[in-house]
Nanobody
Framework: QVQLVEGGGGLVQAGGSLRLSCTAS????????MDWYRQAPGKERELVAS??KYGDFVKGRFTISRDNAKNTVYLQMNDLKPEDTAVYYC??????????????WGQGTQVTVSS
């Protein structure tokens, strides 16, 4: 089994910062990708950041980084805006011990930005 555990969400005032983390554990051979998505109430889930692109709304405010030794991906979010309020999800493409590639999602972490 593979698990993704996220953390770092919370309540912050507009203009503030948060750092999200997502750690993969379990029967892992290798991790091909670890990305961040978000979903606001009443809206579709959208890509926030991957290793190759950011959502158009990011506009240089967020940075994705990865610590391969810890199987962890981070999302540093600066200059947060109320419209960034959403549940943030980690998505990882992981090859398990049997050589099977799977798409795994974290449980989500709530980010709330007050005006």
């Amino acid at each position: 089994q593979v698990q993704l555990v996220e953390g770092g969400g919370g309540l912050v005032q507009a203009g503030g910062s948060l750092r999200l983390s997502c750690t993969a554990s379990g029967d892992i051979t290798s991790i091909n990708a670890m990305d961040w998505y978000r979903q606001a109430p009443g809206k579709e889930r959208e890509l926030v950041a991957s290793s190759t692109k950011y959502g158009d709304f990011v506009k240089g405010r967020f940075t994705i980084s990865r610590d391969n030794a810890k199987n962890t991906v981070y999302l540093q979010m600066n200059d947060l805006k109320p419209e960034d309020t959403a549940v943030y999800y980690c998505d990882a493409h992981i090859i398990n011990l049997y050589g099977i590639l799977g798409d795994y999602w974290g449980q989500g972490t709530q980010v709330t930005v007050s005006s």
